[in-house]
């Protein structure tokens, strides 16, 4: 059994994709399906625990296979081994900082896709298709669907070090759920990217096949969780925190702010 952080629960084929962090070993996995030998989606059959579907957070423990198919260019997935899986506990959105690494590009380059030929050029342990980041702004876009769906939301992601990827499909079906009732994100987000399976457009004029970065999973930071983003990123301890809250408000832990307390706590550490 490996026990991973589920950080994308997202739509493939009617089916879903289910990728998280190994808590042992800090690297991404996907699980595959080898009844779906030609892109490994997973059926409810074998992914409901409970009957209900894994939510992002949540740790869960997977029975898997020391291997898998990489279908020829991904390098994080386990093929899944007979056996239930089983919710072991669910993590704060903080608790995942640490496997948000700034990087030149989001997924090998500045475009929205990645060609197969490219990722096979690189040493197997270096063809990612998942990646964390951790995005200073998510901008929503809604676009007219097809017969299949009503609507194709976009999503356009900017980072602390100012890259910017944009228009790219959303597939977490939970947080398109969201968009639907017109809920936008309006604080920094954690956002599972990964490359989708090789597809051509019918009006693809260019070379190789490409994969096209998803927006796979999206967990929005709450005021609360900011506190603790921003004190790490001014250097603050949280000794330094803790009187900071003592002298000002005369309490010693942010759980025991008022509403308005967080918010102007949280505007005085963005000021740093």
């Known amino acids: 059994m490996t026990e991973i952080i589920c ?34 989606r997973i059926p409810s059959s074998i992914r409901l625990i409970n009957n209900k579907e894994p939510s992002l957070l949540d740790v869960i423990d997977i029975p898997l296979e020391t291997t898998g198919n990489d279908f020829g260019f991904e390098s994080e997935n386990l093929t899944i081994a007979p056996g239930k899986w089983k919710k072991i506990k669910s993590v704060a959105a ?6 948000c690494h700034e990087t030149d590009y989001i997924l090998h380059n500045s475009s929205k896709y990645v060609t197969v030929a ?20 998510l901008l929503i876009k809604e676009q007219p669907g097809s017969m299949l769906t009503a609507t194709v939301w976009k999503g356009s992601i900017i980072t602390r070090n100012g890259q910017k990827l944009k228009d790219i499909n959303i597939t977490d079906p939970v947080f398109t759920e969201r968009l639907e ?4 994100p309006q604080n920094p987000c954690l956002v ?4 989708s399976m090789p597809y051509r457009p019918k009006n693809w004029k260019k070379e190789g096949n490409p994969c096209w970065k998803l927006i796979a999973g999206v967990v929005e930071f709450s005021d609360f969780d900011l506190i603790l983003v921003e004190m790490e990123r001014i250097g603050w301890t949280i000794d330094q925190g803790r009187d900071y809250l003592q002298k000002h408000y ?21 000021s740093q």
Do not use: M
């Not at 903080?94 to 496997?99: A, C, H, S, V």
């Not at 009732?181 to 936008?184: K, L």
């Not at 010693?252 to 509403?259: D, F, H, K, N, Q």
């Open 181 to 184: 009732i017109d809920y936008r």
């Open 94 to 99: 903080t608790d995942l900082l640490n496997y």
């Open 7 to 40: 950080l994308a629960n997202s739509l493939k084929l009617q089916e879903r994709c289910i990728a998280g962090i190994n808590l042992e070993t800090g690297c991404w996995v996907r699980p595959i399906c080898s009844q779906y030998p030609d892109d490994g």
């Open 118 to 137: 490219d990722l096979q050029s690189l040493l197997i342990e270096q063809r990612h298709t998942l990646q964390l980041v951790y995005a200073e702004k």
């Open 250 to 270: 005369q309490k010693c832990s942010r759980t025991l702010l008022t509403e308005d307390e967080i918010k102007e706590f949280l505007s005085y550490l963005k």
């Open 192 to 195: 599972t990217v990964s490359l």
